[in-house]
């Protein structure tokens, strides 16, 4: 599906962009990356008493441009014309019975993200993050990925009629490399870490004069992974669940999704109740859980990280502050996993639900009992 036709406003209610950390604001009208302060992550911010109107109950429930666009007024871009979408967003939320039983929950959930287009939830933050790129005139784009956010990307980039290169793990799934050469993507593999390809993919990016999009390095992935807060109030009739468990790596989703239920309160589509979010990572990696532990604000770089779970491989996150603040905000916790429970509970979550998940919910499965047993997740 390319881009929109209509060359008409979309509604969006964005303001400007402020610092994670320095709370600086500045304009959303020119390209930006990350905070020109400190180097850290950037987040868009929105008119939200402008959105409040617009953005109501019953208009959701007839709008017709499905997906994840149906939230427009809090998503940052302008013109539907720069809309790349391959139908992105509205992925279910479904009870797990058989599954919850067998880990002693009574009501457990699992969003099923692999509806999404490119088979996760990488196609969020990429649609929302190319369409604003090429709003602002941006045609060329790079960005560092241990597999899915990398398909993601080139599929975007196709849509638009943009460029994408990319840089993978050399031990990267090879249907995520499959994917980009096929989507017609340049891909570069590299002998280390997702870390080291981040620092790769930045002189490409000068030498190219292409647009990084590696997580938290520019603005708007953020807002395509936000939806995903905004879909479970509105599934749970404007409630929100009493836990969030969440396999992390560059923690996007986690820190999208409270940035939305924020919004969505002073939006008034629900109140102020949070859920705790709770953080799974691997025992070969797994900084924000030590950070965590230790009380720290950073977390320090994971030494010679190692898991099967790539898209959870990730020794030093860029929102590592935000992370940590979300989970000790919310009443949450940082669980890491060891390797055989996640290959183990990766197959079992399948034979119990039907749904074929990747080693990433294998590890956030694989918390549940051992959270169960703490105590730290009650049985209802």
């Known amino acids: 599906m390319s881009s929109l036709s209509d060359d008409g406003p979309t509604g969006s209610c964005l303001e400007d962009l402020e610092g994670s950390l320095s709370r600086v604001h500045y304009s959303a009208d020119q390209v930006m990356t990350t905070d020109p302060n400190d180097g850290r992550p950037l987040l868009a911010r929105y008119r939200l008493r402008e959105a409040a ?165 520019e603005p708007y992935r953020i807002e395509g992974k936000e939806t995903m807060g905004f879909e479970l109030a509105e599934d749970l009739e404007w409630r929100l669940p009493d836990v969030v468990v969440y396999p992390t790596g560059g923690g996007t989703g986690l820190i999208g999704m409270w940035k939305a239920f924020a919004e969505l309160e002073d939006a008034g589509l629900i109140g102020s109740g949070r859920p705790r979010m709770i953080s799974v990572q691997a025992e070969g990696c797994a900084p924000i859980v030590r950070a965590f532990r230790a009380g720290d604000e950073f977390a320090a770089t994971w030494e010679n990280a190692a898991t099967g779970a790539a898209g959870i491989r990730v020794p030093s996150a860029i929102g590592d502050f935000l992370i940590l603040d979300v989970i000790r905000t919310s009443g949450g916790t940082a669980v890491a996993v060891n390797e055989n429970a996640i290959a183990e509970m990766q197959a079992f979550i399948t034979s119990k639900t039907g749904v074929f998940v990747g080693l990433e919910t294998g590890a956030a499965g694989a918390a549940l009992p051992v959270l169960v047993e703490s105590g730290a997740v009650s049985r209802n």
């Open 53 to 217: 109107a617009k953005l109501t109950r019953e208009t959701l429930a007839v709008r017709r441009r499905g997906g994840l666009w149906r939230w427009r007024e809090l998503l940052p871009v302008k013109r539907w014309n720069h809309v790349a979408t391959l139908g992105e967003g509205a992925c279910p939320l479904f009870p797990a019975p058989r599954l919850g039983s067998r880990l002693g929950l009574g009501n457990l959930m699992i969003k099923s993200e692999s509806m999404n287009p490119t088979g996760s939830f990488k196609a969020r933050g990429m649609a929302v993050a190319v369409s604003r790129a090429i709003e602002l005139g941006i045609t060329r784009f790079v960005t560092a990925s241990a597999g899915n956010a990398a398909g993601a990307l080139v599929a975007y980039t196709a849509c638009a009629g943009a460029t994408a290169t990319v840089v993978m793990p050399a031990d990267a799934p090879l249907a995520n490399q499959t994917e980009v050469l096929v989507l017609g993507g340049y891909l570069i593999l590299l002998e280390g870490l997702i870390s080291d390809c981040g620092r790769l993919a930045r002189p490409i990016a000068d030498r190219l004069n292409a647009f990084d999009v590696t997580t938290l390095k």
